[in-house]
């Protein structure tokens, strides 16, 4: 069991939003701005999209923002395109220098 | 073009040992702390572990589930981070990738994984 909880899937079509919840504890993702997310196409290495909470990489579209409420951070994907569908995971700093992930969500464009 | 290559998977039995290796180019790695994340097949991302740079003396942190079994090292001089893996599992058994990372806190870049197996 991931230490981070986030919804096996979501779904949308095309040009929608949705949102993908990370739920964790004040001494993970509430206590640290050190969140990050990743997207995994099938049979593909991983993809930083999101850091430190809103931050997004270069060549990442605006499309994808990240945000954090308390315990719970959360990625929004406007304007949803076919090739979001994908698996995304949350990654928090949990101090004492380690990190957890969350259990990852199946995104599908309907 | 930053490219991380990991090598070293197999098959190996329970309670044996495994040295993954992680060949860096394209970015400063001295500068850069590594980190190493395991998949299981259909199953989601663990953190296994991070090694950081110089500037943080090679600080080391480890999962739960791997400390005091798994131990990451790095050759500056070489471009090159390792992950030795003792007394393996069979829950062991996963794709590592190693990462980058430039602030020590993120997984910037990613290589494409290498198969280790654990069983008899």
């Known amino acids: 069991q991931s230490a981070l909880t986030q919804p096996r899937s979501v779904s949308g079509s095309p040009g929608q939003s949705v949102t993908i919840s990370c739920t964790g504890t004040?001494?993970?993702?509430?206590?640290?701005?050190?969140v990050s997310w990743y997207q995994q196409h099938p049979g593909k290495a991983p993809k930083l999209i999101i850091y430190d909470v809103t931050k997004r990489p270069s060549g990442v579209p605006d499309r994808f923002s990240g945000s954090k409420s308390g315990n719970t951070a959360s990625l929004t994907i406007s304007g949803l395109q076919p090739e979001d569908e994908a698996d995304y995971y949350c990654?928090?700093?949990?101090?004492?220098?380690?990190?957890?992930f969350g259990g990852g969500t199946k995104l599908t464009v309907l | 073009e930053v490219q991380l290559v990991e090598s070293g998977g197999g098959l190996v039995q329970p309670g044996g040992s495994l040295k993954l290796s992680c060949a860096a180019s394209g970015f400063t790695f001295s500068g850069s702390a590594m980190h190493w994340v395991r998949q299981a097949s259909g199953k989601g991302l663990e953190w296994v572990g991070r090694?950081?740079?110089?500037?943080?003396?090679?600080?080391?942190a480890y999962a739960a589930s791997v400390k005091g079994r798994f131990t990451i090292s790095r050759d500056d001089s070489k471009n090159m981070a390792y992950l030795q893996m003792n007394s393996l599992k069979t829950e062991d058994t996963a794709v590592y990738y190693c990462?980058?990372?430039?602030?020590?806190?993120?997984?910037?870049?990613w290589g494409q994984g290498t198969l280790v197996t654990v069983s008899s």
């Open positions: 090694i950081r740079s110089i500037a943080n003396n090679y600080a080391t």
């Open positions: 004040s001494s993970d993702v509430g206590g640290y701005n050190y």
């Open positions: 990462t980058s990372s430039s602030s020590g806190y993120t997984s910037d870049y």
């Open positions: 990654c928090s700093y949990a101090g004492s220098y380690t990190f957890e």
